[in-house]
């Protein structure tokens, strides 16, 4: 992703397994404004389905969420082939904001490796 994304991905580090697999760790280091840090574990990968899923157990993300997973699905209709994020939160309280802008980042980023791709 750093490759893909210089301006939003600074660096990913694999601190558990493969950095590709069930329960592998990863730290992200990204922008959103400013430096944020994630800790990721992969929990779940469906070959079938294309689909990976992922819960945050560090970072910033987790001052604000108990609990904080995100799944991508890739999918194909005739011609196009898209991805769907879906988010699973619980707010740490009632002030914390639903995270739209998580989304977004994520939205955005999948436009850019799109972009890469097709230009592969």
Same mark, same amino acid.
């Given at each position: 992703m750093?490759?893909?994304?210089?301006?939003k991905?600074?660096s990913?580090?694999? #601190?558990?397994?493969? /950095?590709?697999?069930?329960?592998?760790v990863?730290l *992200?280091t990204?922008i959103? /404004?400013?430096?944020?840090?994630?800790?990721?574990?992969?929990? &779940?990968?469906?070959?079938?389905?294309?689909?990976?899923?992922?819960? #945050?157990?560090? /970072?910033?993300?987790?001052k604000?969420?108990q609990?904080?997973? &995100?799944t991508l699905q890739?999918?194909?209709e /005739?011609? &196009?082939?898209?991805?769907k *994020?879906?988010l699973?939160?619980?707010?740490?309280?009632?002030?914390?904001?639903?995270?739209?802008?998580?989304?977004?980042?994520l #939205?955005?980023?999948?436009?850019?490796v799109?972009?890469?791709?097709?230009?592969?």
């Open positions: 750093p490759k893909i994304c210089p301006g991905f600074q990913i580090e694999v #601190l558990e397994g493969d /950095g590709k697999s069930v329960g592998s990863r *992200w990204y959103m /404004g400013n430096p944020v840090i994630a800790k990721d574990k992969i929990d &779940a990968i469906d070959e079938e389905k294309k689909s990976i899923s992922f819960n #945050l157990i560090g /970072g910033e993300v987790t604000y969420y609990s904080f997973k &995100a890739a999918t194909s /005739g011609n &196009a082939n898209l991805v *994020w879906t699973e939160y619980e707010k740490a309280n009632e002030d914390v904001p639903t995270p739209y802008s998580h989304l977004d980042f #939205l955005a980023q999948s436009r850019h799109d972009a890469y791709l097709l230009k592969a």
